[in-house]
Nanobody, 124 residues
């Protein structure tokens, strides 16, 4: 079992920044890849970013590339999403997820555990 708890969401003006954090517990954190996804009202959950176990392999959705940065601290069992130059279309509930068997994927079905989500609202 893996428990994931996101934090750091909130209301921010367009052009601003937020840093999301996801705390993991229950298994050795460095043994699994992590991902961030988001879901806007009325839309399907979509891939945002993923990071491998070691943190050396990263992948981003085109919509956030150059603005968002995913990172992890295996000693603290945390994964982060630094979001800069936020736009109104970034408004969504953001979820972190754990991929126990793979190396990180854009496919949400590859993930085994999910957090409860944290709301990010960008005011234009």
């Amino acid at each position: 079992q893996v428990q994931l708890v996101e934090s750091g969401g909130g209301l921010v003006q367009a052009g601003g920044s937020l840093r999301l954090s996801c705390a993991a517990s229950g298994r050795t954190f460095s043994a699994y890849a992590m991902g961030w996804f988001r879901q806007a009202p009325g839309k399907e959950r979509e891939f945002v970013a993923t990071i491998s176990r070691s943190g050396r392999t990263l992948d981003y959705a085109d919509s956030v590339k150059g603005r968002f940065t995913i990172s992890r601290d295996n000693a603290k069992s945390r994964v982060y999403l630094q979001m800069n130059s936020l736009k109104a279309e970034d408004t969504a509930v953001y979820y972190c997820a754990a991929d126990l068997l793979g190396s990180g994927s854009r496919n949400l079905n590859e993930y085994d555990y999910w957090g409860q989500g944290t709301q990010v609202t960008v005011a234009s």
